[in-house]
């Protein structure tokens, strides 16, 4: 079955403690990325991945770190989570990249005390 | 810049009415244009993508390039249409941007 999966699904933290947030596909997709969604303010574009290696800014990524080492995988890292980035984070896939239909992950809901 | 809007935060009609979901985007070139959907509890899922000119749920998008912008609408509202509804231009070379949503709520 086709499918993008985050772990972990949720997660409450304290500010300065570093985490990732795993994102895991199984439909050799090239283009991954990663949103934050706000009420209020839709979803914004953090970072996103053409393929193995390479990664790109999307629209907020202060505080943000992502890798791409393999195909499958796009972990995003909070070196230093801070109060402000408490949100819902997905992570999306595509085939044929940002014009392509992106297939979204369940979500991360993430809390920074 | 890149600028997609949607006007209403939250439409609320009766089952069986029409239903129109307003976006418009202020674009240098010729976007691929989305809709997506997310019901509650649920993940985003495509809802409708204009070049594959399909009709989905009974929703249909409306490309207006004059007026930049690429409505949704449906005819008849059932209360399963409840959900966050989230436009989306893309363009090659730019960062991809969702519009802020609109909430539809279909009052029984």
């Known amino acids: 079955e086709a499918q993008v999966t985050q772990n972990p699904r949720y997660l409450i933290t304290v500010t300065g403690k570093k985490l990732t947030v795993t994102c895991s596909q199984n439909m050799n997709h090239e283009y991954m990325s990663w949103y934050r969604q706000d009420p209020g303010l839709g979803l914004r574009q953090i970072y996103y991945?053409?393929?193995?290696?390479?990664?790109d800014k999307g629209d907020v990524p202060e505080g943000y770190k992502v890798s791409r080492k393999e195909k499958r995988n796009f972990p995003l890292i909070l070196e230093s989570p801070s109060p402000n980035q408490t949100s819902l984070y997905f992570c999306?896939?595509?085939?044929?990249?940002?014009?392509?239909?992106?297939?979204f992950g369940p979500g991360t809901r993430l809390t920074v005390l | 810049a890149q600028r997609v809007t949607q006007p209403e935060k939250l439409l609320s009609v009766f089952k069986g009415a029409p239903v129109e979901l307003k976006c418009n985007y202020s674009?240098?070139?010729?976007?691929?244009l989305f809709w997506y959907v997310q019901y509650s509890r649920q993940r985003l899922q495509l809802l409708l993508r204009h070049i594959s000119r399909e009709s989905i749920k009974g929703f249909t998008a409306d490309l207006n390039k004059g007026e930049t912008s690429f409505h949704l609408k449906k005819p008849f509202a059932q209360e399963e249409d409840s959900a966050m509804y989230y436009c989306?231009?893309?363009?090659?070379?730019?960062?991809?941007?969702f519009g802020p949503g609109t909430r539809l709520s279909v009052l029984p």
């Open positions: 674009y240098s070139g010729s976007p691929e």
């Open positions: 989306a231009p893309v363009e090659w070379g730019q960062n991809f941007v």
């Open positions: 999306a896939t595509s085939y044929g990249g940002p014009v392509d239909t992106q297939y």
């Open positions: 991945s053409m393929n193995v290696e390479v990664t």
